[in-house]
């Protein structure tokens, strides 16, 4: 089967959404393939309380679902399903889906998000939404006057700790080297908070809790004579161990950068191919915020329309 577009958007965080939104209102009549995790990362938060609009808040899978029959209403072709394969050597751009669709598109916005780095233990999945949280922005706030960990000793973590110190009453950092790999001045404003411990050589080796999280098994010095395992009890286990970009498949076919974020080119959400453009996380190492993901999104869109119209034959 074969289709083709002018406007192809893969991925559907708020980004993908609100790329498709802006994209069907300039009749572009956009396919958006919504990936593995229709909705992206925000679906498996619990309650979002900083995107402007809700001001009671709003669950993230709701807040997603809304940006999705938004765009469905503006009859966006919302498809399930995953890319696999790009060619951007040549318009219109080719990318075949995992049912072996093939797309033709006159433009490519990549709105495919990052994933945050989980340790890998069997307990992050158990306590899933029940204590365990690789966002402090988004679920720090129900931790108030709580006890929390933070996994990691980079800016992430400083940063997500130092937050946290300010609603929490507890907030260990488990830092698996013996020094913080943070700048000197966010290490400066981890080591000066008072409610602020940091557990060096440390790593976790399980958690615990009758059904949310009520404490972290740990061990210090592991794989050495002085190695010894402890636990310290808390509600919230943080991961700020760094974010993934999911960009495997467009690698060798646009630029991007060290760490694997796709890299923009100029004032706008172009990218190094002409006609391909990229928003939200995905070419965002910095803000990671849905609320930027979305006016990416839109930016993006803006951008793919001004391309076509500079582009017709
Ligand atoms: P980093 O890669 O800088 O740090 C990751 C941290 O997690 C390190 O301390 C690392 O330990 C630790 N870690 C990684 N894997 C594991 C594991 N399996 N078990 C235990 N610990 C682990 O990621 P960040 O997200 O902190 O930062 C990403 C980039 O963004 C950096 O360049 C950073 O400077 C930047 N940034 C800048 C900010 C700012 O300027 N305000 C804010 C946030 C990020 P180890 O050191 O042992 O490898």
Redesign the pocket.
Known sequence: MSDTTKCLIIGSGPAGYTAAIYASRANLAPIIYEGLQPGGQLTTTSEVENFPGYPDGVMGAQLMDDLRRQAARFDADLRTGVITMVDFSKRPFIAVSDDGTKIKADTVIIATGASA?Y?GLDDERRYAGLGVSACATCDGFFYRGRSVAV???????C?EAYYLSGLAKQVYMI???DYL?A?KAMQKRVTEKENITILFNT?TRGLFGEEFVEGAHLVEYAGTPEEHEFDIKIDGFFL????KPNTDIFRGHIELDEQGYIKLTGNDQSTSVDGVFAAGDVAD?VYQQAIIAAGSGCRAALDAERFLMEHQS
């Open positions: 780095r340790l996994v990691g000793g980079g800016d992430t973590a940063e830092v698996r080297k790999r700048s790593q700020a161990i760094g974010h190492p």
